[in-house]
């Protein structure tokens, strides 16, 4: 079946600018989360969904980064006034639960957002 | 922070067993330890998980000690696709929505 997708794979914007990023889970995944990757920072954990509300967004770096569900499908991560740092791998992934030891997370293959 | 700890890189030669340590010496009775893996330039990817008992399937095999302060994945039959960054988490599943905590990993090599 299908798995996490991402769109677009590549993001090229001018520092300043707004970016929305895309993520597609698997069909009846209720959890969602996002994470980014940067050269410097490794793997990071940004916000999580449990269907269409946001328990934890303790991992958004600022108030310029917010982030929505919609029908407990799609989610938007969107990055306003886009700054230099803000260049990274940005991940999302489901899971058919948020809780219990076997909710094995899966992986899109990311976008990668270059702020110039 | 990381609650774990990994060598920062092994190699292994192909078809032999890779087998990466992780420690993990302040984990709590709740908490699991899972392993994933990135291959370059594509997202992480779920191998195994395990509480106290050793663990085997398809992917893996995970041996955890009685303490359960350290563990191993081990990788019986290694290939040039199993080069990746291995990262060994440990969470409690029943709390923090499942978020996980990466990191820095293994970057494990395998070589013809």
């Known amino acids: 079946g299908a798995g996490v997708s991402q769109s677009p794979s590549n993001k090229v914007t001018e520092k300043g600018k707004d970016v929305e990023l895309r993520c597609d889970p698997i069909?009846?995944?209720?959890?969602l989360y996002w994470y980014r990757q940067s050269l410097g920072q490794g793997l990071e954990f940004l916000i999580y969904f449990q269907g269409n509300s946001a328990p934890d967004k303790s991992g958004l770096p600022s108030d310029r980064f917010s982030a929505e569900r919609t029908g407990g499908s799609v989610s938007t991560l969107t990055i306003q006034r886009t700054q230099q740092e803000d260049s990274a791998v940005y991940l999302c992934?489901?899971?058919?639960?948020?809780?219990?030891?076997?909710?094995?997370?899966?992986f899109g293959p990311g976008t990668r957002l270059t702020v110039t | 922070d990381a609650k774990t700890t990994q060598p920062p890189s092994m190699d292994c030669a192909e078809g032999r067993a890779a087998n990466l340590p992780c420690n993990h010496s302040?984990?709590?009775?709740?908490?699991?330890v899972y392993w994933y893996r990135q291959i370059h330039s594509q997202g992480p990817q779920y191998i195994i998980h395990g509480l106290k008992n050793n663990e085997t399937n398809e992917m893996a095999s995970l041996i955890i000690t009685e303490d359960r302060k350290s563990s191993t994945l081990i990788l019986p039959h290694a290939t040039l696709r199993d080069t990746a960054v291995y990262y060994c988490?440990?969470?409690?599943?029943?709390?923090?929505?499942?978020?996980?905590?990466f990191g820095q990993g293994t970057e494990l090599s395998v070589k013809p």
């Open positions: 988490i440990v969470r409690d599943p029943y709390n923090q929505g499942g978020k996980l905590i």
């Open positions: 302040t984990i709590s009775g709740n908490e699991y």
């Open positions: 992934a489901s899971s058919s639960v948020a809780g219990g030891p076997g909710a094995e997370q899966y």
């Open positions: 069909s009846g995944h209720t959890a």
